[in-house]
């Protein structure tokens, strides 16, 4: 469907429209905020619904036809109060004062238009006067008669036309004798003429008041068949319109899911290439966590240190986060080598079955080397823990090791060196501490052998057992 206006409303939604007729049919409903954007398909360009052009155009053209209807005319007169009208359907008339007719003629004419009424009233209710035979006062209540407007104060006539007996309209010379001889008789004519008068009137009401009430009763009462039989119309009544039926925008289409744009390989599809790709990335990973760990203070493990421990609270803190670094890299390594996996097929473009097999391989390829990567992680976490261990036991025992930073007493080399213990117990805590720590520096021959070299150790042990 060509879209010729669009409609986006303050709630997101969005309504299409194939022609400017329907889009402004959709303005005249009333639908359309001035706060909805409008898209024109003719400038290519959305605007609020205030400043759209044709919304203006429609909004004008309603002010202008509002301008023009009769019953706003009438709406908006000069504020003088409408003359009262007595009288039910096809029997009402104007009251209004008027001087261009002589008494004795305003009454006449009066008259014969009274006679006139009432005729058209015997026609239309042949058995009206059998009907009120049985009704009283009180259950033909008239009307309260019309007030009075003093001859000081002249009304002006009603503006729109009266229906009269016989499809004519009254002309204003006739409407405004009627309404004189209405009012004028009081002052002009004698007492013969107003009885003759509130008679007639009064006689008008009550038959105007019946005929009313006949018509209510008639409608009220619900037809049986007036679901079956079309509504009669005569030839003067408008034809009634249905009401347009509310617009209904087409449902836009929904948007198909868009497709996974193809993988575009950047390196070759082959075992080795995999291979090299994916340990770059693992170690690359595995390096970024063991960047977090920290030199091994100097002090440690030299005389000084060994003699007042608790000087030194930093050795040990830095000891636990090397023993807690090893444990977690161990823990995630088989998750950290499964996404470098992951991520060398995708620059493979590997996919499909072969994308599975692959990386079932290259997982059984790691877990064969799970063995060289558990004893180095075995041997860090050793001698994290056994300085550690000796650290909380030289504390313990402070004030028992003695220090000569000359070396002529004491170990004379190797840790510990000019230590020695205040007495036998002493001496026996010191050798247990600097055998611990000698043999898990040393480690078989694996180890760093100086606090010196852990940091870089840690590192290439676990280089070592991924290539070896």
């Not at 619904?49 to 000069?78: C, F, I, K, M, N």
């Not at 009763?217 to 509504?231: H, I, L």
């Not at 670094?325 to 493979?348: C, F, H, K, N, P």
Request: glycine residues 8%.
């Amino acid at each position: 469907m060509t879209v010729v206006f669009r409609i986006r409303t303050s709630a997101g939604q969005e309504l299409s429209f194939a022609s400017r007729e329907m889009f402004e049919d959709f303005v005249r409903s009333g639908e359309l905020s001035p706060d909805d954007l409008v898209y024109d398909g003719e400038t290519g360009s959305w605007a609020p619904a205030r400043t759209h052009p044709v919304v203006l155009d429609v909004q004008y053209e309603a002010e202008a036809a509002g301008d023009a209807d009769p019953s706003s005319q009438d709406a908006e007169g000069d504020g003088d109060e409408a003359p009262p009208t007595i009288g039910g359907p096809g029997l009402e008339f104007d009251l209004a004062l008027t001087e261009e007719l002589s008494p004795e003629d305003e009454q006449r004419v009066f008259l014969e238009q009274l006679e006139a009424e009432r005729k058209a009233q015997l026609d239309a209710e042949p058995s009206l006067r059998e009907s009120l035979t049985g009704f009283t006062s009180d259950t033909l209540a008239p009307r309260d008669p019309p007030r009075r407007v003093p001859d000081s104060q002249p009304q002006r006539a009603s503006s729109s036309p009266r229906s009269r007996p016989g499809g004519r309209s009254a002309t204003p010379r006739e409407r405004a004798a009627a309404a004189t001889a209405a009012s004028a008789p009081a002052k002009r004519s004698g007492g013969l003429g107003r009885g003759l008068l509130l008679l007639v009137i009064a006689g008008l009401v009550v038959a105007a008041g019946y005929a009313g009430y006949q018509s209510w009763a008639a409608e009220s009462e619900p037809d049986p068949s007036a679901a079956e039989v079309p509504e009669a119309t005569t030839p003067e009544a408008d034809p009634v319109e249905p009401e347009p039926e509310p617009f209904e925008p087409e449902p836009e289409p929904e948007p198909e899911p868009e497709s996974e744009p193809a993988l575009e390989a950047v390196i070759p599809d082959t075992p080795a290439a995999l291979r090299e790709r994916t340990q770059e990335r693992y170690l690359a990973a595995t390096r970024a966590e063991l960047r977090s760990l920290q030199p091994i203070p100097e002090i440690w493990p030299e005389g000084p240190y060994i003699t007042v421990p608790s000087d030194h609270p930093e050795v040990v803190d830095v000891w636990q986060d090397y023993r807690a670094t090893i444990q977690s890299v161990r823990q995630v390594d088989a998750d950290r080598y499964r996404a470098a996996i992951e991520s060398a097929l995708d620059d493979a473009a590997v996919t499909g079955e072969g994308r599975q097999t692959r990386l079932e391989t290259a997982m059984g390829e790691f877990e064969a080397s799970d063995e060289l990567r558990a004893a180095h992680f075995d041997r860090v976490e050793a001698l994290a823990t056994a300085a550690i261990q000796s650290h909380n036991a030289l504390v313990e025992a402070e004030g028992l090791i003695l220090f000569d930073a000359t070396g002529s007493t004491g170990r004379p080399s190797g840790i510990g060196a000019g230590t020695s213990g205040r007495n036998a117990e002493a001496q026996l805590l010191l050798d247990q501490v600097t055998e611990l720590l000698e043999g898990a520096l040393d480690a078989d021959g694996e180890g760093p052998g100086s606090g010196a070299n852990v940091r870089e150790w840690v590192w290439d042990g676990f280089l070592d057992a991924m290539t070896r």
